[in-house]
């Protein structure tokens, strides 16, 4: 007897679970390549487009059109299996894996099946300090293979599903765009940390993607979707249970909710005395939960076999060495590297790697800018035009360069952090440069003493209780009257100068 368990009151509490069963966890990663063309045709593979515009007859499937395999692909999956010290086929060939799907214009998906171009290699993954106290799990890839994508539905009704839409739609400009299928081996012993462990991997394994510089990796745009298999044993038992796969899971944090959630569901089906349905699985953002989508179904019903059309791969170990060299420094080590180098603590790092500004930071130092004043812009002033813009830090108008000389004129006393707010001001209008917009506004700071000391004369008469608390050797008071003259000369004075002077004049 097998049974679901879509209601979330029949959810067995988390700690409960670990008591009595033992999670298993599988990972397949999505990753749409950014490469100027599809995989098999010429078509462009730029995201959006009005629908059914990127496509050929190739793509589309048509009688008598004959597909070409994108090297750049091929090289980029090289790359990324290399990445994920992989071992790379002296040669493989792609399949036709044969299912029915309206999104698929073809009736089979070009993929690989039994001979991947990538196998058996694995990626260290350190969980964050709250949840494993940077514990270091080593996830085992299983492969990572080359295959099209599939075009897009639009199900038109009041569920956005299938299931109750009034028709649907089909876009195919998505279809055979390039796609590198990446799939872990079953992820044991994690215990409690197996929801973070399955975040940590794909936040991990996106950095390295972005890193290589062969995807956008967005998962807002689909570039990278996580498909997330658990299964639950009897405790101790050594075995593996039936599996689900929820599928298209969109976000770091969806990832870490979906296999909670499906823990949980799984000990309450099983402590039912049903068995789990092996099957897909539908997550839902709003009020996460999984509900069903279909039986799961196994390699043999998708009858492989090998692609006609298409010739085999071998790409030789001269290209692959290659390859090779043009990797990049590991994204957790270079992180670990940079924290170290910049002094930031652990609470400074995780912030900034959340906000997405780590390589703004890094870039904003390379200019010029000390470490905390290149994350303070960052994090502070310019995160916060971002929301309301509503765009990532990367997309704003504002270079590290341009940051690094706010900086430096600050750190050359000619404008003050409240000035500088007023720079950016400047820069996000295009007014030009940094310099140019100090000079054209009039920010830089007044430290001529003639006009200070003007200036602090006219506080010590308009605040003379003030002025007395200061004779009588009240130092502290002197912060009344610098403020009284910084707002006289619109914050451009010069705060160290003005308190000099005030002490000076009252003895």
Known sequence: MTMTADDKGALVPFDEVLERYDPALGLEVHVELNTATKMFCGCPAAFGGEPNTHVCPTCLGLPGSMPVVNR??????????????????EWCRFARKNYFYPDMPKNFQTSQYDEPICFDGWMDVTLPDQEGDGETVRVGIERAHMEEDTGKSTHVGTTGRIHGADYSLVDYNRAGIPLIEIVTKPILGTGAKAPAVARAYVSQLRDLIVALGVSEARMDQGNLRADVNLSLAPKGSGTLGTRTETKNVNSFRSVERAVRYEMQRHAAVLDSGSGVLQETRHWHEDTGITTSGREKSDAEDYRYFPEPDLVPIAPS????????????????????????????????????????????????????????AARKWWLGELARR?????????????????????????????????????????????????????????????????????????????????????????????????GAVMKEMRGQADAARVRELILEKLG
């Open 317 to 372: 170990r001269t290209w692959v060495e290659e390859l090779r060299g043009t990797l990049p420094e590991n994204p957790t080590e270079k992180r670990a590297r940079l924290q170290e180098e910049w002094g930031f603590s652990d609470l400074e790092m995780r912030d900034t790697v959340g906000a997405g500004a780590l390589s703004l930071v890094e870039e904003t130092v390379a200019a010029g800018a000390a470490p905390q």
């Open 72 to 89: 750049k692909a091929v090289e980029s999956a090289i790359r990324i299996g290399l990445a994920l010290n992989c071992q790379i086929a």
């Open 386 to 482: 971002a929301n309301d813009q509503g765009v990532e830090l990367a997309d704003l108008s504002v270079s590290p360069a341009d940051v690094a000389r706010v900086q430096a004129l600050v750190d050359e006393g000619a404008i003050n952090d409240k000035l500088a707010r007023q720079v950016f001001d400047g820069l996000f209008a295009g007014e030009g440069t940094p310099d140019a917009i100090v000079a054209a506004r009039g920010l830089a700071i007044v430290s001529d003493d003639g006009a200070l000391s003007a200036a602090v004369e006219a506080a010590i008469a308009a605040n003379p209780d003030v002025a007395d608390k200061i004779r009588d050797g009240k130092v502290a008071a002197a912060g009344a009257l610098i």
